[in-house]
């Protein structure tokens, strides 16, 4: 064997070996890098999971307050339609006492010489004094249920919207 063939194969040697050496590191760093990709999936899996978790709960949690208003906001509508029967119940007395004034009025002489006309006038205005307090009862029933609904509302909103920017109470 000449000298020229044992560098050559020297050199082939070398290059097979360097070949080996670089296709053992790929496999190793291949090896390396599926660990710490499986290890980043796994840590990404977790969060999400927690995220998702914390997510959950905060819904339930503003559920659980926007209920507690809606429960509420209905309560003080029984209070408040309590409190409309108990006014109209006052005002169907008063309007009974109205009624019966206008008519004991026409009793008295004075009233009697003025006539028919003014019985009239009194029984009108009798009537219209209960039309407007009716109506007035209705357009206090309507406000009481629009004030409760917006203030339910706006606690609602407001409870949101201050754990949504991190003000949390």
Not at 4 to 17: M, S, T
Request: hydrophobic content about 45%; charged content about 25%; glycine content about 8%.
């Amino acid at each position: 064997m000449t000298p020229v063939q044992k560098l050559a194969g020297l050199v082939l040697l070398i290059l097979v070996l360097m070949a080996s050496a670089a296709g053992v590191t790929w496999q190793v760093q291949d090896y390396r890098y599926g660990e710490r990709l499986a290890e980043i999936g796994e840590a990404q899996a977790l969060a999400i999971t927690k995220a998702g978790d914390e997510a959950r709960q905060e819904e339930q949690r503003r559920q659980s307050a926007v209920n507690k208003e809606a429960s509420d906001a209905r309560e003080q509508n029984k209070a408040a339609a309590v409190d409309a029967g108990t006014a109209d119940a006052a005002g169907d007395r008063l309007h009974v006492e109205a009624g019966k004034f206008a008519t004991t009025a026409c009793g008295d002489t004075g009233v009697a010489q003025r006539g028919a006309s003014a019985t009239r006038a009194a029984m009108v205005l009798s009537e219209l004094f209960e039309r407007a307090d009716k109506r007035a009862g209705e357009l206090a029933v309507a406000y009481d249920r629009a004030r409760i609904a917006g203030l339910a509302c706006e606690r609602s909103y407001q409870s949101l919207t201050s754990i949504h920017l991190g003000k949390a109470e």
